[in-house]
């Protein structure tokens, strides 16, 4: 008998609650998996998606089993064959079979009334796919689904465009609305609440504006910091917070900044935005990006070759909007020409956006995109100064110009005053680390990631 026949299913379990339910359901799930006297084959596709698990994956598989399994650690092989069909419903990522599956944190909306509430419905949690750029803003969000008013209070997310604040905040509100359709939710953009602002200011009808927002019980605002610059609003936004959060109401917002770093917004505001708990929305990984391609395509009912979506998820990287408008335009193409999804027609649909991108980002353009960003000068991109406020941007540039472009370290090196390739691998890896250890620097990358690719 296998030393991991019995404990297989924990292995997927314990997988599947490391990976998260997406990411799981996309790598994991569809693995055949034989078992062998000394531990099992892993059977997968192909050889990248072979590459893939064996860089990213294989660790952690072969730490669950031997967590799992009964003496000698087992020994995991990967080889390419026939692969399982994945999971038609997008629900079914309950990992061990035969167990029932568990509570779920996240519930799917029915008719709901979203005409007085402005929420999306299809903007859920199950629909929302889950990443290590995402994961702490999703984990928040749910608590305070489950508790509103009681747990975060306000709650708000930042993160650049495109990157999924506004779908996760109404996956709130949706999840509210479906426990408790009675609940007052009102979804609006800060734009649109400006103009309520002066509309009543033109009507004379602040009372009753001010007895509608004071009355709700949960307020999702998006994009604050169209707020800037509009006293008016602000003042207005001011006392309505201060009577929900007062009557334990949530209040949601969100913003492209740090609350602290939208100029021009009244201190009064910023300070009670860090009441509750801040979350940022990064950028989302390759592994991310792969796994909302193919959820994004299952919904349309396509099947997404993984080397298509690894094609699309490569080349296309600032933001989820972006993936989103890459995968249409890739399937209208399939549709018109009545062709399958191949990778040339992937390239042949992506064309145009493809030559656009690998236009714009040069080792100049980066330079000045991180000077401007730290506030420093061009020319201390070649400098030799060595102090941290320059020397730490110096680095990240140069991390930024490894990932973005197809220089060498060696012209990497030349561009940045004439350094030693050594001296731009350790900025490299220096970086690296920092973003898995220093969240603000991690934010800051993204940020950088974000301008240099849109
Ligand atoms: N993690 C994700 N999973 C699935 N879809 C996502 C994810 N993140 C973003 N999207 C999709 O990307 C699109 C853009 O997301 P959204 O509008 O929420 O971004 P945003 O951060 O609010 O952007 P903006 O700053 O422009 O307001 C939406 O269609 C959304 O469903």
Not at 291 to 300: F, T
Not at 342 to 355: P, S
Request: aromatic share 8%; with cysteine.
């Amino acid at each position: 008998m296998s030393v991991l026949e019995n404990c297989w299913p924990h292995c997927l379990t314990e997988l599947e609650r490391r990976l998260g339910a997406d990411q799981f359901r996309i790598w994991i799930k569809p693995l055949t998996v034989e078992m062998t006297d000394e531990g099992l084959n892993l059977i997968v596709p192909n050889q990248i998606f072979l590459q893939f698990i064996r860089d990213r994956y294989l660790g952690m598989i072969e730490e669950a089993a031997s967590t799992f399994a009964t003496g000698d650690a087992p020994v995991i092989a990967l080889r390419v064959g026939a692969m399982q069909r994945p999971a038609a419903a997008p629900q079914a990522s309950n990992a061990a079979e035969g167990k029932p599956a568990p509570a779920k944190a996240v519930i799917s909306v029915s008719a709901a009334n979203h005409e007085t509430t402005r929420l999306n419905p299809n903007f859920t949690f199950e629909t929302l796919v889950t990443g290590k750029a995402n994961q702490l803003a999703r984990a928040a969000a749910i608590q305070v689904a489950e508790n509103p008013g009681v747990s975060y209070n306000p709650l708000f997310v930042y993160g650049g465009v495109g990157l999924g604040k506004t779908h996760l905040i109404q996956s709130i509100g949706n999840y509210v609305h479906q426990r408790n359709p009675g609940a007052k939710i009102r979804y609006i953009h800060a734009e649109k609440y400006v103009q309520d602002v002066v509309r009543a200011y033109q009507h004379k009808a602040f009372d009753e504006f001010k007895r509608y927002y004071h009355s709700l019980d949960l307020l999702l605002i998006d994009d604050i910091q169209f707020f800037v610059g509009k006293d008016k609003t602000q003042e207005e936004f001011f006392y309505a917070f201060n009577a929900l959060v007062e009557a334990h109401k949530q209040i949601i917002i969100t913003s492209d900044r740090y609350p602290k770093e939208i100029d021009g917004l009244q201190e009064r505001l910023t300070s009670r935005f860090s009441w509750g708990l801040t979350v940022a929305i990064e950028p989302p990984e390759l592994e991310m990006r792969v796994a909302i391609l193919m959820k994004k395509a299952e919904r349309e009912n396509f099947k997404l070759d993984a080397n298509v979506a690894f094609f699309v998820a490569k080349h296309i990287r600032s933001n989820v909007r972006e993936l989103e408008g890459a995968l249409k335009r890739v399937l209208a193409y399939s549709r018109f020409t009545n062709q399958p999804i191949t990778l040339d027609a992937a390239k042949e649909a992506l064309k145009d956006i493809l030559a656009s991108g690998s236009r714009q980002v040069s080792v100049e353009n980066i330079q000045k995109t991180v000077a401007d960003f730290y506030k420093i000068k061009i020319a201390d991109m070649h400098s030799k100064k060595r102090t941290r406020d320059i020397a730490r941007p110096r680095q990240i540039a140069m991390a930024l110009t490894k990932e973005l472009t197809q220089m060498s370290l060696p012209a990497i090196g030349e561009a940045f005053g004439g350094r030693d390739h050594t001296t731009v691998l350790h900025a490299c890896r220096t970086i690296e680390e920092m973003r898995g250890s220093d969240s603000e620097i991690a934010h800051q990358y993204g940020v950088l990631l974000q301008m240099l690719r849109s």
